[in-house]
């Protein structure tokens, strides 16, 4: 039992990692792409197509990262630790919305940035 238990937590902390590192990758180049588009470059089409896959790695990846952690903290009935009561009460249902909304945003004007300013 506290092996299937060490497993499962193994599997958590990796799947969080890997959020985490998707999260700063996204972040990093859309901090890139703003940079170019303040340099005035007439790279309007690849910063476009770069934005625009910055959104799609991050939804896809993230939504089922996230579902993956909300699966796991429901399998972890049994863990009364106060690190598992806590993942439990997580409420993935809004993170699972706000994470790609932002980012969504963030995408948004980084757009208008590049076509419009």
Same mark, same amino acid.
């Given at each position: 039992?506290?092996?299937?238990?060490?497993?499962?937590?193994?599997?958590?902390?990796?799947?969080? /990692?890997?959020?985490?590192?998707?999260?700063?990758?996204?972040?990093?180049?859309?901090? *890139? +792409? !703003?940079?170019? &588009?303040?340099? $005035?470059?007439?790279?309007?089409?690849?910063?476009?197509?770069?934005?625009?896959?910055?959104?799609?790695?991050?939804?896809?990846?993230?939504?089922?990262?996230?579902?993956?952690? /909300?699966?796991?903290?429901?399998?972890?009935?049994?863990?009364?630790?106060?690190?598992? *009561? +806590? !993942?439990?009460? &997580?409420?993935? $249902?809004?993170?699972?919305?706000?994470?790609?909304?932002?980012?969504?945003?963030?995408?948004?004007?980084?757009?208008?940035?590049?076509?419009?300013?």
């Amino acid at each position: 039992m506290g092996s299937d238990s060490n497993s499962k937590w193994s599997f958590i902390n990796s799947r969080r /990692k890997d959020l985490l590192w998707l999260i700063s990758i996204v972040s990093a180049s859309n901090f *890139l +792409i !703003f940079t170019f &588009i303040h340099l $005035d470059t007439e790279a309007k089409f690849s910063l476009s197509m770069l934005a625009i896959l910055n959104v799609l790695i991050l939804v896809i990846g993230a939504v089922g990262i996230i579902d993956e952690l /909300k699966a796991s903290s429901e399998d972890l009935k049994m863990d009364k630790s106060k690190v598992g *009561l +806590i !993942f439990k009460n &997580i409420p993935w $249902d809004f993170f699972r919305v706000l994470l790609p909304s932002l980012f969504i945003l963030v995408w948004l004007s980084q757009l208008y940035d590049i076509w419009l300013s």
